[in-house]
């Protein structure tokens, strides 16, 4: 079943622990993409790997960390200097060169700071 | 910098009525104009799209209409369903490179009986 896997689901994070949420694809894409999506701001990009072993920052980097070691994988690590991190992180994904530029979403993981 | 600007930020429409959702972007570059559909806890799943060669495209009940001009493109919904209640994210780049989606902030679709 193809598609792009996120986990977990819901996550509880104490204040000053780091988080690593997971994103697995199985759809040989070679772009990832990590959003955060908070009521009322829509989607807002964190990071962006178009190749292994390479990455860009998005529009709110700060406080967040990833990795692209394998093509099919693209970990998101919410780190303690994240002022504010309790929000729905959606991770997606993209074929290069296919016509139009559609990208495919996960479902969401649920991140929330008690 | 907010490339792309949608409105409403949120619609009500009864139930066979047409749902109409406005976006406006800036960069002249921008030759691609996808619209996502969110239902809640799940991630947007592509609803249809437009490339600005053309004014209009329609999927079923769904119709992008793109005004190049007015750097303008909106997504109507006739005959409005109940399980059209959902968020609806317009988005916008360059189908040729490699760039990134810039989308709008969304608008809540509520569709009453």
């Known amino acids: 079943d193809g598609g792009i896997t996120q986990s977990p689901k819901y996550l509880f994070r104490k204040e000053g622990q780091n988080v690593t949420l997971s994103c697995e694809q199985n759809?040989?894409?070679?772009?990832m993409y990590w959003y955060r999506q908070d009521p009322g701001q829509g989607l807002r990009l964190i990071y962006y790997?178009?190749?292994?072993?390479?990455?860009q920052k998005g529009d709110i980097a700060e406080g967040y960390s990833v990795s692209r070691e394998k093509k099919e994988s693209f970990p998101l690590t919410v780190t303690s200097a994240q002022k504010n991190p309790t929000a729905f992180y959606l991770c997606?994904?993209?074929?290069?060169?296919?016509?139009?530029?559609?990208?495919?979403f996960g479902e969401g993981s649920w991140l929330t700071v008690v | 910098q907010q490339q792309v600007k949608q409105s409403p930020q949120s619609l009500i429409v009864q139930k066979g009525g047409i749902s109409i959702i406005n976006c406006a972007y800036e960069?002249?570059?921008?030759?691609?104009f996808p619209w996502y559909q969110q239902f809640p806890g799940k991630g947007p799943a592509l609803l249809i799209a437009?490339?600005?060669?053309?004014s209009e495209k329609k999927e079923g009940r769904f119709t992008i209409s793109f005004n190049k001009s007015a750097k303008q493109f909106s997504l109507h919904i006739m005959d409005s369903q109940p399980g059209d209640s959902a968020t609806y994210f317009c988005?916008?780049?360059?189908?040729?490179?490699?760039?990134?989606?810039?989308f709008g902030t969304g608008t809540r679709l509520t569709i009453i009986p």
């Open positions: 960069n002249t570059a921008f030759d691609y």
């Open positions: 790997s178009q190749i292994v072993n390479d990455f």
């Open positions: 997606a994904s993209r074929k290069i060169g296919e016509a139009g530029n559609t990208i495919y």
């Open positions: 759809l040989n894409h070679d772009a």
């Open positions: 988005a916008a780049s360059i189908a040729s490179g490699n760039e990134k989606l810039t």
């Open positions: 437009i490339r600005p060669d053309v």
